[in-house]
């Protein structure tokens, strides 16, 4: 696609539920970012994605969270058993890896998620 | 921790230049100085990055000094639909981890009629 895609772009659920965001990458990007960016606060990193190469996992906050890449394009963050805390906007990124000026990270508009 | 260091807020009148500054006095060499921003509700949009010499595009132009330990982000005819958060930040230009972007504050810039 043209820029990186993120689905659902709200997602209200109740507390103590899983939810799934997904993340479709600007084609041909090797590498895929996490952020979560709760109301008023910065960028938080949670995990990174390049190729086949296992996952950089350092930023996700608990065991509650977790990432998988298929087939090194599609990307889903899940959530189990929200807690409100975990309101927030969930932001996926991608770049190429490598290259003089070509690994530029891309956003896409982020999943609005709200646990109630 | 971000490596930067950025006012919290500017004002700038339409039609005028918005230079806006950015401090990174521990820069690596291999680091590049990358800019963003964020218009509300909206996800981080890239503007422009450079490693030493300034650069221009269509959206901004970037002058980093000789010691590259500070920069100027300038938007040289500011519309209402630049107020947003502007991100300086630094970063190795390569993949990996290491190229993860660490977002600091930023500064919000307010461009009034």
């Known amino acids: 696609g043209a820029g990186v895609s993120q689905s659902p772009s709200n997602k209200v659920t109740e507390k103590g539920k899983d939810v799934e965001l997904r993340c479709d990458p600007i084609?041909?990007?090797?590498?895929l970012y996490w952020y979560r960016q709760s109301l008023g606060q910065g960028l938080e990193f949670l995990i990174y994605?390049?190729?086949?190469?296992?996952?950089?996992k350092s930023g996700l906050p608990s065991d509650r969270f977790s990432a998988e890449r298929t087939g090194g394009s599609v990307s889903t963050l899940t959530i189990q058993r929200t807690q409100q805390e975990d309101s927030a906007v969930y932001l996926c990124a991608s770049s190429l890896v490598r290259g003089v000026g070509g690994n530029t990270i891309y956003f896409g508009e982020g999943s609005w998620l709200t646990v109630v | 921790d971000a490596k930067t260091t950025q006012p919290p807020s500017m004002d700038c009148a339409e039609g005028r230049a918005a230079n806006l500054p950015c401090n990174h006095s521990t820069i690596s060499g291999n680091e590049y100085v990358y800019w963003y921003r964020q218009i509300h509700s909206q996800g981080p949009q890239y503007i422009i990055h450079g490693l030493k010499n300034n650069e221009t595009n269509e959206m901004a132009s970037l002058i980093i000094t000789e010691d590259r330990k500070s920069s100027t982000l300038i938007l040289p005819h500011a519309t209402l639909r630049d107020t947003a958060v502007y991100y300086c930040?630094?970063?190795?230009?390569?993949?990996?981890?290491?190229?993860?972007?660490?977002f600091g504050k930023g500064t919000k810039l307010s461009v009034k009629p």
């Open positions: 994605f390049q190729g086949n190469s296992a996952p950089d």
């Open positions: 084609s041909g990007h090797t590498a």
């Open positions: 930040i630094v970063r190795v230009n390569y993949g990996g981890s290491q190229g993860n972007l660490i």
